[in-house]
């Protein structure tokens, strides 16, 4: 059986690509735990400095494959919300607290869950012909995997509930109108561009990137004293890195820098 993600490493950058193109790269369970642990080994990695995350065929993703166990077979109370815990909500806080640079190459349908994956990144790039659907109210299904967490922070309530009440179809024009997407580009150079991304964030200084994220992530969820605090605290750790003393180098010396994410 052929793996249904496939997963490298080059030049720093870890390159997950969900190969399930007959099911538009529906996660099933065994698909979404694979993923989960990759995005954290990446997390870890001293060598991987970047991440892209893509699809093959004719979707990003899905969403979640609700033909399998998930839904079939008896439930006894609890079970639902501890399987999205488990499950799709642990996907995202994978993505969210992964400590290196996540790029969402959206390369077809992101819908449901998949959509999510995208939004949960820290750059999204998405080809012409891509869309992106909160199908959940076509199902008469609250939304899940943090979307009523991450929509309103990224677009808005107002925006947020639309695109949730009605479960429309929102073109990649539309949604980085929006501020979902950060750039669309022709389908044809999807994977050159978010390589190019890829290229640039692993030249980068990996740790302050990681504090970098760590603080903007947090900062719509604090207040002033507590968002200052830990900008104050993420300076002091960042300081002790080589790359932040390659960087005041560079400056005095009035040479280029050559970060090594360490």
């Not at 033909?67 to 909500?89: C, F, H, M, N, Y």
């Not at 891509?130 to 076509?138: D, M, Y």
Request: charged share 25%; with cysteine.
């Amino acid at each position: 059986m052929k793996p249904s993600i496939h997963h490298r490493t080059e030049q720093h950058v870890t390159h997950l690509t969900l190969d399930r193109p007959e099911a538009l790269n529906a996660l099933t369970p065994d698909m979404r735990d694979h993923l989960i642990a990759l995005l954290t080994d990446a997390s870890a990695a001293p060598d991987v400095r970047a991440v892209v995350l893509t699809g093959t065929g004719r979707g990003f993703c899905a969403g979640a494959d609700l033909r399998g166990g998930a839904v079939a077979g008896e439930r006894i109370p609890g079970d639902v919300s501890r399987t999205l815990r488990l499950g799709a909500q642990r996907l995202i806080a994978a993505v969210l607290d992964c400590e290196k640079p996540v790029i969402a190459a959206v390369n077809g349908t992101a819908a449901g869950l998949g959509a999510h994956l995208a939004f949960a990144c820290d750059l999204v790039l998405a080809a012409e012909s891509a869309r992106f659907i909160e199908v959940f109210v076509r199902r008469a299904l609250v939304p899940d995997g943090g979307g009523a967490y991450l929509l309103p922070r990224l677009i808005g309530p107002q925006r947020a509930k639309e695109l949730l009440f009605f479960g429309d179809a929102l073109p990649a024009a539309d949604a980085e109108r929006l501020g979902l997407v950060n750039r669309v580009v022709r389908d044809g150079e999807l994977d050159k561009t978010a390589g190019e991304w890829a290229t640039r964030l692993a030249a980068a200084p990996t740790r302050a990137l990681a504090l970098t994220k760590q603080l903007v992530n947090a900062s719509l969820d604090t207040d002033r004293t507590t968002a200052f605090a830990a900008e104050a605290a993420a300076q002091e750790i960042n300081m002790t890195t080589e790359d932040a003393r390659e960087g005041l180098a560079s400056f005095v010396e009035r040479r280029c820098p050559e970060f090594r994410g360490r």
